[in-house]
């Protein structure tokens, strides 16, 4: 081994077999984002440098991403971004990674709003901004409020705001919920809250439990509670006949159902692309 030619193929080769062994998901997938980060080049360019030989410097900076991503620190937070619907989302530990399950909320948002000429859209926890800039830059005349209680978070999001081009119609706001936004109206409102139960906390894949930020991921006791604060403000914010989207954990459907139902008018729920309840909608009766 000490003697051996470190290639680019070696060296993808190599590491999927190591993370694999730490139980890594996709290890062919993470070999292959890490190692065109380290070398700064795409995915696809590394097929064509497969016999090329880096150097030491960016094997060494390789290798100390690999060591990371053995500890459990998410593939996302070592290159510093995510794609989610199509677009680059630069990411920190300070914001929850963005998930292609998240992408069902956005395609059922986007469905709502389509005929509708500058439709005032609500993001309630927004944080690396996935939602409401997927939203903007899909619909283009959207007017898109973001809001997040971490000044951190809101940082992030704007950055991406203004990578993709949508700042402009694009408003963040730091605060909790509905506090920001109390005199306004909209029509459609979204959310991703954070819904892991407590119980559920050691039961998460080490990346996410010991590195995203917790507040974007704990829904209290039961995982609830956020689905109860917006369900009990949301129809002084919806216009009549406006539309409340959230995303849910799959086992929590009938559960945020029943909490929306006993203010808004029952919609349908979406299932993801494997299959499991995702997304709970609701509207306020006209």
Known sequence: MANETWTVRRL????????????VEAPRLEAQILLAHALGCSKIDLYVRHEEEPPESERAAFREMIRKRAEGVPV??????????SLQFAV???????????????????????????PRVLDLGTGSGCI???????????QVTAVDVSPAALAVAAGNADRHGVRERVTFVEGDLFAP??????????????????????????????FEPRSALDG????LDYYRRIAAELSGHLIPGGWVLVEIGP?????????????????STYKDAAGRPRVVSARRRK
Not at 76 to 85: I, K, N, W
Not at 220 to 223: A, C, K, N
Not at 252 to 264: D, G, K, P
């Open 12 to 23: 993808l080769q190599w590491t999927e077999d190591f993370l694999r062994k730490h139980q």
């Open 76 to 85: 996302a937070y070592l290159v510093g971004y995510r794609d989610f619907y």
């Open 92 to 118: 920190t530990p300070d914001v929850l990674i963005p998930r292609p399950e998240t992408e069902t909320l956005v395609m059922e948002a986007l469905r709502r709003i389509q005929s509708t000429v500058a």
């Open 132 to 142: 409401a800039i997927s939203l903007a830059k899909q619909h283009k005349t959207a």
């Open 181 to 210: 936004v109390t005199a306004q109206t909209f029509h459609l409102v979204v959310s991703n809250p954070p819904y892991i139960a407590h119980r559920e906390f050691p039961s998460l894949d080490v990346g996410v439990r010991d």
């Open 220 to 223: 209290g006791p039961d995982g």
């Open 251 to 267: 086992t929590q459907e009938a559960a945020v159902r029943e909490l929306f139902a006993a203010h808004l008018e029952p919609g």
